[in-house]
């Protein structure tokens, strides 16, 4: 069973950057797809990103452009660059594992979750 953990949360200024990253034990990552999800105070979770097992990248119409997700296969882990941040990105964001092919951007579709990391943007 796979075991996520999400860290590089924070406090930024707006425009500012972070980088979160996701570490992985207990499976290999690139063997599945991987996704990106936030989830803001009294809204539901929502997707940010996912990448492919191989390798392919898509990003919501919210982050594109801003966000970037990579995967380094020797550190078995994921990251998140977030750029240009925004008020309206303050979450917890987590990380998840989708151990099917549909590269699904729903929560259902994820089997693996981490504990989450707070980032907020101040304004």
């Known amino acids: 069973q796979v075991q996520l953990v999400e860290s590089g949360g924070g406090l930024v200024q707006a425009g500012g950057s972070l980088r979160l990253s996701c570490a992985a034990s207990?499976?290999?990552?690139?063997?599945?797809?991987m996704g990106w999800f936030r989830q803001a105070p009294g809204k539901e979770r929502e997707f940010v990103g996912r990448?492919?097992?191989?390798?392919?990248?898509y990003a919501a119409d919210s982050v594109k452009g801003r966000f970037t997700i990579s995967r380094d296969n020797a550190k078995n882990t994921l990251y998140l660059q977030m750029n240009s941040l925004k008020a309206e990105d303050t979450a917890v964001y987590y990380c998840?594992?989708?151990?099917?092919?549909?590269?699904?951007?729903?929560?259902?579709?994820?089997?693996?979750w981490g504990q989450g990391t707070q980032v907020t943007v101040s304004s």
């Open positions: 990448i492919s097992r191989g390798g392919i990248t």
């Open positions: 998840a594992a989708d151990l099917g092919f549909s590269l699904t951007t729903q929560v259902r579709g994820y089997e693996y």
């Open positions: 207990g499976g290999t990552l690139s063997s599945y797809a």
